[in-house]
C-alpha cells in the first residue's frame, strides 16, 4: 500500500474516553505531522517528528499525546478531551523536515467527534 | 515571519467559467510554492508546485506561475467543472527547518 494511510476514518468519544489515532506511510519519508483542521478555522500544525525525534509542538494542550515510534508510524493518543477539540485529525509525511521544496503527502484524516 | 494569504472564498462559478484564486507569500530566501486541494471529506491533495521564480506548475487543467517581483502564485483554471467543487490551499515551504506554511483555504463551488 502505498501513500499515507489513517485510521480510523471516524471516532466517536465521549470525553472521560481514551482513544488513539493512527497514521501509516509507505512513502520512505522521514519526516510527519499532526494538524488540526476545525471548521472556518486554518489548518493548525499540531506536532513535528523529524526521524522519530520530535522537533516542534505548537503550544498542544497535554490532553493530546504524540508517538512516533519509527519513520513509518505515528500516533497521536487522545484522552480527557473537549467538544471544541471536535474536527478532522490530518497527518502528512515528507521526505524531511527542513526540505521544503518537495511539499507533503497527507492522508484522508480522521474526523473526531467529542460527546 | 514567512506567511501565505489567499482569498476569501467562497468562490461560485458556473460551469465552464474561467477560474482565478489569488495568493500572495511574504518570505525569506527563496521558497517553493504549492497548491494543494481538499475535496469534501477527504484530506489534501497536491495540485501544482513551483520551486524557483517564472516556473510555472501545472496539473488538471490548472496552472500557477511563480512570480516573484509580486510575490504572487495565483491559481487559475480556464473551464471550471462541477467536480473542481473543493478548498484550495495556497502554502508556502522554505528550507528553514520549518513546516509548510499553509493560507486559510478558498472554497470553490462550480454549478452546472
Known amino acids: 500500500e502505498t501513500g499515507v494511510t489513517q485510521t480510523p476514518r471516524h471516532l466517536v468519544m465521549g470525553m472521560t474516553n481514551k482513544k488513539s489515532l493512527k497514521c501509516e506511510q509507505h512513502?520512505?519519508?522521514?519526516?510527519m505531522y499532526w494538524y488540526k483542521q476545525s471548521a472556518k478555522k486554518p489548518l493548525e500544525l499540531m506536532f513535528v517528528?523529524?526521524?522519530?525525534?520530535?522537533?516542534e509542538n505548537n503550544s498542544v494542550p497535554s490532553r493530546f499525546s504524540p508517538e512516533c515510534p519509527n519513520s513509518s508510524h505515528l500516533f497521536l493518543h487522545l484522552h480527557t478531551l473537549q467538544p471544541e477539540d471536535s474536527a478532522l485529525y490530518l497527518c502528512?509525511?515528507?521526505?524531511?523536515?527542513?526540505?521544503?521544496?518537495?511539499?507533503?503527502?497527507f492522508g484522508s484524516g480522521t474526523r473526531l467527534t467529542v460527546v | 515571519g514567512d506567511s501565505v494569504t489567499q482569498m476569501e472564498g467562497p468562490v461560485t462559478l458556473s460551469e465552464e467559467a474561467f477560474l482565478t484564486i489569488n495568493c500572495t507569500y511574504t518570505?525569506?530566501?527563496?521558497?517553493?510554492l504549492f497548491w494543494y486541494v481538499q475535496y469534501p471529506g477527504e484530506g489534501l491533495q497536491l495540485l501544482l508546485k513551483?520551486?524557483?521564480?517564472?516556473d510555472k506548475g501545472s496539473n488538471k487543467g490548472f496552472e500557477a506561475t511563480y512570480r516573484k517581483e509580486t510575490t504572487s502564485f495565483h491559481l487559475e483554471k480556464g473551464s471550471v467543472q462541477v467536480s473542481d467543487s473543493a478548498v484550495y490551499f495556497c502554502?508556502?515551504?522554505?528550507?528553514?527547518?520549518?513546516?509548510?506554511?499553509f493560507g486559510k483555504g478558498t472554497t470553490l463551488s462550480v454549478s452546472s
Open positions: 502528512a509525511s515528507s521526505q524531511e523536515q527542513g526540505m521544503g521544496n518537495y511539499g507533503y503527502t
Open positions: 512513502l520512505g519519508h522521514n519526516a
Open positions: 517528528y523529524n526521524f522519530k525525534e520530535q522537533t
Open positions: 518570505a525569506t530566501g527563496y521558497p517553493s
Open positions: 513551483a520551486t524557483k521564480a517564472d
Open positions: 502554502a508556502l515551504g522554505n528550507q528553514a527547518g520549518t513546516a509548510l506554511i
